[in-house]
T-cell receptor, first 113, second 114 residues
Framework: AQSVTQPDIHITVSEGASLELRCNYS??????LFWYVQSPGQGLQLLLK??????LVQGIKGFEAEFKRSQSSFNLRKPSVHWSDAAEYFC???????????FGAGTRLFVKA | KAGVTQTPRYLIKTRGQQVTLSCSPI?????VSWYQQTPGQGLQFLFE???????NKGNFPGRFSGRQFSNSRSEMNVSTLELGDSALYLC?????????????FGEGSRLTVL
């Protein structure tokens, strides 16, 4: 069965520092992968997506993610974190043929001044 | 264009009651999905509708049901509420719900069961 693992429940980084959020997936073929962000009291917003092609994808708000098939990973990165990036981040994979998206448990990001 | 609209945003019910939540997708989107979000379980898939047909359903008891109307608006219903049903219920729409479809989420309906 398809699954998504985000091994870090929460991460704290200093403002201006770099960020990497980890995501591993279990899937038999090339997956369709997404990162979403959820601010407190809000719904989820798409940051970026990977379908095929270039394995480094750019998203909104300065985020990028790299698809590594050999490691079954799709880690999210940002070179310099801003206080407004504090939120919960979800990695997700589309369940092909099943018309549903499967989400990881989420990683809550805290940003300290 | 307007985003996904969910109503009500907040509601409080007591055990044994039932609740109906509404979702209006983005204009032109025909697929609507529902998710339950809790601190312990994260985002759990409830069901997905496309053109008034349920195409997939998650592992929830029969107390959870949904439907979609011809204008793509969707409702979900939870009957005989239990304390554990307290959660944020998120609706998401997409153009067609195909494999490559990104989801556009509403802000959710926060249900508290007392």
């Amino acid at each position: 069965a398809q699954s998504v693992t985000q091994p870090d429940i929460h991460i704290t980084v200093s403002e201006g520092a770099s960020l990497e959020l980890r995501c591993n997936y279990s899937y038999g073929a090339t997956p369709y992968l997404f990162w979403y962000v959820q601010s407190p009291g809000q719904g989820l917003q798409l940051l970026l997506k990977y379908f095929s092609g270039d394995t480094l994808v750019q998203g909104i708000k300065g985020f990028e993610a790299e698809f590594k098939r050999s490691q079954s990973s799709f880690n999210l990165r940002k070179p310099s974190v801003h206080w407004s990036d504090a939120a919960e981040y979800f990695c997700a994979v589309v369940h092909t043929g099943g018309f549903k998206t499967i989400f990881g448990a989420g990683t809550r990001l805290f940003v300290k001044a | 264009k307007a985003g996904v609209t969910q109503t009500p945003r907040y509601l409080i019910k007591t055990r044994g009651q039932q609740v109906t939540l509404s979702c209006s997708p983005i204009s032109g989107h025909r697929s609507v999905s529902w998710y339950q979000q809790t601190p312990g379980q994260g985002l759990q898939f409830l069901f997905e509708y496309f053109s008034e047909t349920q195409r997939n359903k998650g592992n929830f008891p029969g107390r959870f049901s949904g439907r979609q109307f011809s204008n793509s608006r969707s409702e979900m219903n939870v009957s005989t509420l239990e304390l554990g049903d307290s959660a944020l219920y998120l609706c998401a729409s997409s153009v067609s719900g195909r494999d490559t479809g990104e989801l556009f989420f509403g802000e959710g309906s926060r249900l508290t069961v007392l």
